[in-house]
């Protein structure tokens, strides 16, 4: 199973929200003012997220 890991110190929720808008299955959710994993088990490790964030802060493994 993926690990997924957000850096909250350097993530920029919820002005950002890049990963949120662009995981095809809803893993990163905008909770409030920061980034919430939810159902990592279907996290299919596409990468997308990583690729998008302007921070650098998201870790998949
Ligand atoms: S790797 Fe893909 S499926 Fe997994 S959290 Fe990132 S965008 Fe979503
Ligand atoms: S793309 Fe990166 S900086 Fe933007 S909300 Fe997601 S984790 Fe935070």
Redesign the pocket.
């Known amino acids: 199973m993926a690990k997924v890991i957000?850096d909250h110190e350097?993530?920029?929720?919820p002005e950002?929200?890049?990963?949120?808008d662009v995981c095809p299955m809803e893993i990163?959710v905008l909770d409030g003012d920061q980034?919430k994993i939810q159902h990592p088990e279907e996290c299919n490790e596409c990468e997308v997220?990583m690729d998008?964030?302007?921070?650098e802060?998201?870790e998949i493994n």
Request: hydrophobic content about 35%.
């Open positions: 957000v350097n993530c920029e929720a950002c929200g890049e990963c949120v990163l980034i997220c998008v964030c302007p921070e802060c998201i």
